[in-house]
Nanobody
Framework: QVQFVESGGDLVQPGGSLRLSCIASGITVTYVRLAWYRQVPGEQREWVAM???????DYADFVKGRFTISRDNMKNAQYLQMNSLKPEDTAVYYCNTYPMTIAWGQGTQVTVSS
């Protein structure tokens, strides 16, 4: 059974930083593309960032230059370093595979507010 467990979300002031973590189980992520997604209540889940098995990356325009995705295949993990956070980054953040997604985890809440 595939499972993703996200952590690291918190309440942070605008301009602040957070680092999200995601641990996968039931799947070996070494050879798959991984991604972060986010969702605001009442809206569709949206793609945020993607990383390939050889560490190529791509980002949604609204996070380029502020967020950095990384991975650690030995730990079956991926991370999202979030800098210069804005109130509009407030959402529940999820990790998954890319572009096809599998089981969704609970996500981790990121709230950017003063």
């Amino acid at each position: 059974q595939v499972q993703f467990v996200e952590s690291g979300g918190d309440l942070v002031q605008p301009g602040g930083s957070l680092r999200l973590s995601c641990i996968a189980s039931g799947i070996t992520v070494t050879y798959v593309r991984l991604a972060w997604y986010r969702q605001v209540p009442g809206e569709q889940r949206e793609w945020v960032a993607m990383i390939t098995p050889v560490n190529g990356t791509d980002y949604a325009d609204f996070v380029k230059g502020r967020f950095t995705i990384s991975r650690d295949n030995m730990k079956n993990a991926q991370y999202l370093q979030m800098n210069s956070l804005k109130p509009e980054d407030t959402a529940v953040y999820y990790c998954n595979t890319y572009p096809m997604t599998i089981a969704w985890g609970q996500g981790t809440q990121v709230t950017v507010s003063s």
